[in-house]
């Protein structure tokens, strides 16, 4: 769904379309009958006040009765509009959400490299706030004006065409000075809302790197850096409200002031060329409605930087539904045998510098492997690429003898299980973060799961077990006890092939047996690609891959790698020496 930012807007607006005109239908009927004051006015005043000599108060005290209850039903109808116009401003803006956080599933994992969280989050929620504005409170007030505008100006052509006509100027003057306030508050709406995406992303980094920032007393340059975004939304802000300040309210009065103008001077002019007599009731009249015609132009032209913001805001929120996605296919597969194969794979992240070079592996079911290396040798992009976050640009991957690229990627992980070196715990409960809500999983599962990795050991000891509450990045457990919970949660979905990217890696000498049993564990009965940074935590696999600058360069087991005595030797020499130095001191 392409087009203008407009008519999406207007696209998302017609999914509640026969609420809205179920409230527009209410709202014209509220506007006619609140209109009908100034003519009741009018009959009062000129056939039974003015000229009268004795007035009956009977017939005036009926009108006058009938105009209040013609108020109760307009407040009645006035009262739904309101209620239904809100609620499909709600809905509206909640599909919207939707829309786009689905989207969100569905963009590819480079996608997220190259941008902040931050800013992304800010297009899901701020700009969708801004856009929930739009519908909220300003479609309500332009369609609340331009029907009382419509049903004033047919009340003034009734009363007296000539004059009417006069007033529809007012109707190009404002369309005129739309356009203007559209050019240059776009620009600055565009800056701010920018701004305020850099501002939560340099929240969000700033928060998550706290310790590192009070660590190196880099205090002040985090300041800095937050003050010239806060000065910049600052500056354009200012200008925005100049900008709102000279055109809204001052436009308003001067519109305001020549319409008084041209109906005394017109009912002057008939008045004293004798064209036309004016009687007080229809002058009473007129001024009546050109005083509350005024009332929806000021509410109209209020609204012009909020539907600017809006505006911008949507095109931000298009901009990231418009980037490709892929469609989630969950069909369900037999589960893998667990053979994995490269063919002469390579990739790159900016298609330019490659980080995997022509590399060629095979793994059998039931098979552990590992790869080793040291940084950048490019051990994490393999398991990036058997996960399908990303594609190779050359070769092809295979898995059970099937072609990954021909398979969803919801297909390719359904069985294949993860523990990362820095576990990730979401908010909620300990059963909850090992069944992640897939009602597949039951509870006596994920209890078996804990208890098979050895974390019922610290779990039972906590006032609410294995129900105990989760903070966020689950900071209440030490690393160790972080990756027990990761390692249930892998055993507990059964996956065919398991990946362990360094999950030993940040854990102390002590806690390292406990991980190693765990890992044990969920090895049995899977295929296993280990990303190793202690080369003493693999010497039982049944391969061991060593990469450089994204070539295998060696392969073997243990041993013959050992006998081999090329760069895994040295490895492994250098880590036994740091591994005495540490025991001697």
Not at 398 to 406: S, W
Request: proline share 3%; net charge neutral.
């Amino acid at each position: 769904m392409k087009g203008s930012t407009e008519k999406r807007l207007f696209q998302y607006a017609m999914s509640s379309k026969k609420t809205i005109w179920i409230g527009i239908v209410c709202l014209i009927i509220s506007v006619g009958l609140e209109l009908t004051g100034p003519f009741i006015a009018k009959l009062v005043i000129d056939n039974h006040i003015v000229g009268v000599t004795n007035p009956d108060m009977e017939p005036i005290a009926k009108l006058l009765g009938l105009y209040l209850g013609l108020l109760f039903f307009a407040a009645f109808f006035q009262y739904y509009k309101t209620y239904l116009l809100q609620l499909s401003a709600n809905r509206i803006i909640q599909k919207m959400r939707n829309d786009v956080f689905g989207h969100i599933q569905e963009l590819p994992m480079q996608h997220f490299v190259d941008r902040p969280a931050g800013k992304i989050v800010a297009r899901v929620t701020n700009d969708t706030e801004a856009i929930k504005e739009l519908y909220m409170k300003v479609l309500e007030t332009f369609v609340d004006g331009f029907v009382y505008m419509a049903g004033i100006f047919i009340a003034l052509f009734l009363l007296d065409v000539r004059l009417a006509m006069i007033c529809l100027v007012l109707l190009p003057i404002m369309y005129i000075w739309m356009r203007l306030f559209k050019n240059y508050a776009g620009k600055y709406n565009r800056v701010i809302r920018s701004t305020v995406s850099e501002i939560n992303a340099n929240i969000n980094e700033s928060i998550q790197g706290m310790p590192i920032i009070q660590a190196f007393r880099r205090t002040k340059m985090a300041k800095d850096e937050f003050e010239t975004l806060n000065e910049r939304h600052y500056d354009y802000q200012i200008r925005m409200n100049t900008l709102t300040a000279l055109t809204s309210f001052n436009l308003v009065k001067i519109l305001r002031g020549l319409a008084f103008l041209s109906v005394i001077w017109y009912f002057g002019s008939q008045s004293i060329s004798g064209t036309t007599i004016v009687t007080a009731g229809v002058l009473y009249a007129f001024v009546d409605y050109l005083t509350r015609l005024f009332e929806p132009v000021n509410q109209i032209v209020s609204q012009f930087p909020q539907l600017e913001q809006a505006r911008v805001a949507g095109a931000r929120v298009f901009e990231l539904l418009d980037v490709p996605g892929e469609a989630v296919n969950d069909q369900l597969m037999e589960r893998y045998q667990g053979d994995v194969r490269f063919k002469n794979v390579s990739f790159a992240y900016d298609d330019k510098e490659y980080v995997i070079r022509n590399v060629s592996f095979h793994v059998r079911p039931g098979e552990t492997a590992a790869f080793v290396g040291h940084t950048g040798s490019g051990k994490s992009s393999i398991m990036n690429l058997l996960f399908r976050f990303y594609d190779p640009q050359k070769g092809r991957m295979e898995i059970d003898g099937m072609n990954t690229m021909e398979l969803s990627r919801q297909q390719v992980r359904s069985s294949i299980g993860i523990v990362l070196q820095d576990p990730f715990i979401f908010t909620g409960t300990i059963l909850s973060n090992i069944t992640l809500n897939d009602p597949s999983i039951s509870r006596e599962k994920a209890i078996d799961s804990l208890k098979a990795v050895g974390a019922d050991q610290f779990i039972e000891k906590l006032p609410n077990g294995y129900d105990e509450p989760v903070k966020e990045s689950g900071s209440e457990f030490s690393t160790g006890q972080r990756q027990l919970i990761s390692f249930a949660r892998a055993l507990a979905f059964d996956p065919a092939i398991l990946i362990l990217d360094e999950a030993t890696a940040n854990i102390d000498t002590e806690t390292e047996g406990l991980i190693q049993e765990a890992m044990n564990v969920v090895k049995k009965g899977r295929t296993t690609l280990i990303i190793a940074h202690r080369l003493s935590t693999i010497q039982q696999a049944d391969q061991i891959f060593v990469l450089e600058r994204g070539k295998i360069i060696e392969r073997g087991s243990h041993e013959e790698l050992i006998n081999h005595e090329g760069k895994y030797y040295q490895m492994y020499r250098m880590q036994q020496g740091k591994m005495q130095l540490t025991s001697i001191s």
